[in-house]
């Protein structure tokens, strides 16, 4: 009977090759092992430029070593933290055998080659962190063997292959970030098993294909999604409107295309939506007026088309407004800055908004930033304008704007740009201009402007 279970155990690990390892190692480990472990992985540092390692001495115990924590019950190593230290080097297969080891962080070093597969032994581990370092090859099967791992954060590597989808064995996972890395292949569905998650980040990689439609289904916890610069396809799944907790969404830089769902109004927690570049059409939903915790807006370089709705102004807590480089039409709703008293950055530029320029926008105390380059837009209100005191660029180059150019503009002291070439200003070009000490880009280019400016050597003239 005994030997029965023996043979199954040997067949089990044949087909499963994987597994090998675990049996293989499974010797009785001490901290004599941990102190072997670690002086092997000293060993394979090539580069320690702080001298951090030379604490490392057989003089005294590993728990003394810097970076090294030990368990005050069993006495083995439990925690190597081993973050900023500028480390050159790789890590040794004996590593794997620090099997009481439940938190790695290499944070911010530069290890190199391949992980070993002695790793899979630590099943101990909550937490690993590769984070800033040159780790290259695949992420291996056996990254589904922690089924107590929390933490993943392999993110700025030079990691290569598939997302495994063993990964959705770790069920315990709540942090997955491998971003910035050379990771391909489809975003596996199975991910959508790790019910824990809180945040997956995979942006700046060449993962490609749909993103799952079932995906979101189970996945209650989730408040970071990151998926930008990828070559995902296809519409935004509507599971994705399950995810009520969801914080921050990333989608940008990618070919997603489809209209952006009334269902968008479900995600009321979310704090930044960054949608930008992306292939989306249709109208801006008027549910996105819901999104009242929303600070971060970006939906620029789409295929937008409709009205800037009046609603817009319920968005309250909004800094930051990106909507350039869509097809939008009609007018700027006049009363913004109603509701948008903390708007910093405006982004309207490169659609087809027409109408006079609100003069209510200027009362926008906050702004920094404001381009509404590249529209059909009329006048420009003369009072006003000289308000915004903080104003740093302001652009409404390519417009239809007519008459002098308001002299209020010279109030604003802390301006660094101002573009108002290709309209159809006229006058004296003012001396104003040299009140604002500030500027270092002035385009007053293709208008009817009469008169000359003293230039300040700073000053690109356009
Ligand atoms: C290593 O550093 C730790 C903490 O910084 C210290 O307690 C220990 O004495 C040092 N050991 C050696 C051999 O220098
Ligand atoms: C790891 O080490 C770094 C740098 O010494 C430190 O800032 C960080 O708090 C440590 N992490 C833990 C969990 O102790
Ligand atoms: C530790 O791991 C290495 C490499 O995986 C192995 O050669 C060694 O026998 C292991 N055991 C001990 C007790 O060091
Ligand atoms: C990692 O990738 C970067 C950019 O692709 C490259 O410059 C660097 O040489 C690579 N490093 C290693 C260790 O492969
Ligand atoms: C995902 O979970 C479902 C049920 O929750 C199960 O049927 C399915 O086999 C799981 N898939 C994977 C790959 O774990
Ligand atoms: C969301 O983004 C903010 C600001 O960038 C950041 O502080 C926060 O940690 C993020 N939250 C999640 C859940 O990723
Ligand atoms: C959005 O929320 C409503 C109300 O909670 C719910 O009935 C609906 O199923 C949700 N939609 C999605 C796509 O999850
Ligand atoms: C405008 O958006 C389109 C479609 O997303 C994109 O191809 C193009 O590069 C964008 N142009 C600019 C200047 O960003
Ligand atoms: C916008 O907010 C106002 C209160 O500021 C509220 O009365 C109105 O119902 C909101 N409109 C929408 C469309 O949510
Ligand atoms: C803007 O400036 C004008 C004239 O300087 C002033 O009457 C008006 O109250 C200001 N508006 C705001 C919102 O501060
Ligand atoms: C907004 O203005 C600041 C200050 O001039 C500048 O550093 C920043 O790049 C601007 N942002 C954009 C998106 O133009
Ligand atoms: C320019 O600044 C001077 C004083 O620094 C001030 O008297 C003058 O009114 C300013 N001109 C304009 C047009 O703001």
């Known amino acids: 009977m005994g030997n029965t279970r023996f043979i199954m155990s040997l067949m089990v690990a044949m087909l499963l090759p994987n597994l090998v390892v675990s049996f293989s190692t499974r010797t009785k480990t001490n901290i004599h092992t941990d102190q072997a472990a670690l002086l092997a992985l000293k060993a394979r540092v090539v580069s320690d430029p702080y001298n951090l390692l030379t604490n490392w001495s057989t003089a005294t115990s590993v728990c003394n070593w810097v970076g090294v924590t030990c368990g005050s019950r069993h006495r083995r190593v439990t925690a190597l933290n081993l973050t900023d230290m500028n480390l050159f080097g790789s890590v040794p297969p004996h590593m794997g055998n620090l099997s009481f080891l439940s938190w790695l962080d290499l944070t911010n070093n530069d290890f190199r080659g391949l992980l070993p597969v002695q790793l899979s032994n630590l099943h101990r581990l909550k937490f690993i962190s590769m984070f800033k370092n040159s780790f290259s090859g695949e992420i291996s099967s056996w990254f589904g063997y922690f089924p107590k791992l929390q933490h993943l954060y392999l993110s700025f590597n030079n990691f290569t292959g598939q997302i495994p989808m063993a990964l959705s064995n770790c069920k315990e996972i709540e942090i997955i970030a491998m971003d910035s890395n050379a990771i391909e292949g489809d975003l596996p569905k199975e991910m959508g098993n790790l019910t824990k998650l809180q945040s997956l980040d995979l942006q700046d990689n060449l993962i490609q ?60 927690m979310l704090g930044t939506l960054r949608l930008n570049h992306n292939l989306i059409e249709g109208e801006i939903p008027r549910q996105v007026r819901d999104l009242v915790n929303l600070e971060f807006l970006s939906i620029g370089s789409n295929m937008l088309e409709g009205q800037l709705l009046p609603s817009i102004t319920n968005l309250t807590r909004l800094r930051y407004l990106d909507l350039t480089n869509n097809s939008l039409t ?54 006003q304008i000289g308000n915004l005191t903080v104003l740093r660029r302001l652009s409404l180059y390519g417009n239809l704007i007519q008459g002098p150019i308001p002299k209020q503009i010279g109030n604003l002291l802390n301006l660094e740009l101002l573009r108002l070439g290709n309209n159809s200003l006229t006058g004296p070009i003012l001396p104003f201009i040299g009140n604002l000490t500030s500027l270092i880009y002035l385009d007053l280019s293709d208008n009817y402007l009469t008169g000359t400016i003293f230039l300040s050597t700073k000053l690109e003239l356009y």
């Not at 509701?339 to 906050?366: A, D, H, V, W």
């Open 209 to 268: 294909g749909q993103i799952p439609a079932e995906m979101f289904d189970h996945l209650p916890r989730l408040q970071g999604l990151y998926l930008d610069m990828n070559r995902f396809h296809g519409g935004i799944p509507m599971s994705l409107f399950k995810c009520k907790e969801l914080r921050n969404l990333s989608l940008s830089f990618n070919r997603l295309e489809g209209i952006l769902p009334k269902e968008i109004r479900n995600l009321t």
């Open 330 to 383: 009609g007018r700027i709703p006049s009363d913004m800055c109603d509701g948008l008293s903390r708007l910093q950055e405006l982004y309207l530029g490169m659609n087809r908004f027409s109408g006079k320029i609100p003069t209510e926008l200027f009362m926008c105390q906050e702004l920094l930033n404001i381009s509404l380059a590249f529209n059909s837009l009329e006048g420009i209100s003369s009072k």
